[in-house]
Structures are given as C-alpha cells and as structure tokens.
T-cell receptor, first 111, second 112 residues
C-alpha cells in the first residue's frame, strides 16, 4: 500500500471549516483513500473514503486531486468534539482488508 | 447490539506473567483484527483473521498468539509479558463492507 504524509498537528477555530491535507504521491490506480479519526484514546472511527471522485457524507467531504496524489478532508463546521487525531490511509481493497495507520494529524478545535 | 466488546479495560501485569485479552463481536462479521498503539504513535496490526479457524500475522506478531474458534470471539494471548508490550490494544472487525472497520474501546495494559 502507498505511503501517506500528513502534517503532525493543526488548529481550527470552532465553527470554521477544518481542511486536513494528505499527500499520497505513490498511490496506484486501484488504491482507495480512507480517513479515520481517533478521539482521545478511543478506538478509531471511520469517516469517509473515495477512489477518484469527491465524496460527501454526513460527517465530512473528501476532495481528491485529479492526479490522485493528494487529498483533503473537510469538516465543514468544526466543533470542539471534532478535536481528534485524523488518519489518512491508502489501501487496495484486495490487500486482505488490512489498514495501516500512520501517526496522523492531531486537530485541535479552538473555542 | 453491543458491537465490539473488549475485556478487561485495564490490566497491570508483572514481567513473565501471561494473560488473554478478550474480544467479542455481535455483528456477525468475518474479519477480525488486533492492533496495538504505543503512546503518541499510530496503530500497528498484530494479527488478523478472515474467518473462524483462519488467522494470520500482521506487522508485529512476536510475543502474541491468537485463535479463532468461533465467528464471535478472537482472543489475544500474551505468554511471557515483557515491558515492551505495555500498550493500548484495540480489537476491530469488518463485515461485508470491507471499507469500514469497527473498533472496540481498547484494553490498556501495563507490564512492570
């Protein structure tokens, strides 16, 4: 699976959009981009995933660049409860269903 | 519907002791996983299972054993606890939608 690079930490004002970047320049054609988050030592929680089209669900939006070498997770109106570590994972659906978590981005939402 | 249940929540072991971390799921999922998370780090895969009777090693299997005799249960065994095994252990499952992993609340283990 391709490697991802994320900034170690970010801040965001409450109520504003949080934009979390992820670089995955070695991504291959059959690899998806996944985002999970982990709130204060709880188990990670699935947010969203996509292949090449932009995706939106009730939690967030995922924007993938046309060359697929990077992506951005957008939390449209960040709340204090969105303070967490966010993991960007690139994975092929054929690789035994294993997810490889890096160190992620620690997002702090500021009141 | 409890999802993924891990017991115990906390445990302190002495060096050389053994213990079993329990993981039970009621979602009828085939795939189950054990991860460990050291302070300030991401999760590392220890073992996983694609169904009852089938297990395989992940990134960091040394010092651990697993079994999968039923769909519901996937216990993780530490035979000779070492300080390097101090960590938080998470169990997870995936079902027919292999894109989503569901995690338990974790077991916090200290080996002293």
């Amino acid at each position: 699976d391709a490697k991802t690079t994320q900034p170690p930490s970010m801040d965001c004002a409450e109520g504003r959009a949080a934009n979390l970047p992820c670089n995955h320049s070695t991504i291959s054609g059959n690899e998806y981009v996944y985002w999970y988050r982990q709130i204060h030592s709880q188990g990670p929680q699935y947010i969203i995933h996509g292949l090449k089209n932009n995706e939106t669900n009730e939690m967030a939006s995922l924007i993938i660049t046309e060359d697929r070498k990077s992506s951005t997770l957008i939390l449209p109106h960040a709340t204090l409860r969105d303070t967490a570590v966010y993991y960007c994972i690139v994975r092929s659906s054929n690789t035994g269903n294993q997810f490889y978590f890096g160190t992620g981005t620690s997002l702090t939402v500021i009141p | 519907n409890a999802g993924v249940t891990q017991t115990p929540k906390f445990r302190i072991l002495k060096i050389g002791q053994s213990m079993t971390l329990q993981c039970t799921q009621d979602m009828n999922h085939n795939y189950m996983y054990w991860y460990r998370q050291d302070p300030g780090m991401g999760l590392k895969l220890i073992y996983y299972s694609v169904g009852a009777g089938i297990t395989d090693k992940g990134e960091v299997p040394n010092g651990y054993n697993v079994s999968r005799s039923t769909t519901e249960d996937f216990p993780l065994r530490l035979e000779l606890a070492a300080p390097s095994q101090t960590s938080v252990y998470f169990c997870a499952t995936t079902g027919w939608d292999k894109n989503i992993q569901y995690f338990g609340a974790g077991t916090r283990l200290s080996v002293l």
